[in-house]
């Protein structure tokens, strides 16, 4: 029996030529590749920490406006923490291919 191949790509001209190892996409069977598993959960976060930072920038222009120097900084510390985990996260998916 010939191996299941990932799912990824299966619809384009490039499908991924790596073999299942994961359930990923609602399925109780393996359908995708370690790789893109890992991609997919990368995509994730990364869109999860996008949503959180333009969140806290909106935060942080009212604690601006409000004149409360201590918001301000935490707004500023929390705006810091996101973007330093963007680039964490940016910095793996990076990694995944290699
Ligand atoms: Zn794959």
Known sequence: ???R???MGS???RPCE???TLPYCG??????CEQHA???DLAHDLEEFEIARDYVAGFGKVAEAS???RLSELMDQACAECEMHL???EAERGMVWK
């Open 67 to 69: 004149g409360c120097r």
């Open 87 to 89: 680039s964490v996260i």
């Open 5 to 7: 191949m990932c799912m």
């Open 18 to 20: 790596n073999e299942v």
């Open 38 to 40: 890992r991609a997919l």
């Open 1 to 3: 029996m010939a191996a």
């Open 27 to 32: 399925s109780s069977e393996p359908d995708v």
């Open 11 to 13: 619809r384009t001209t």
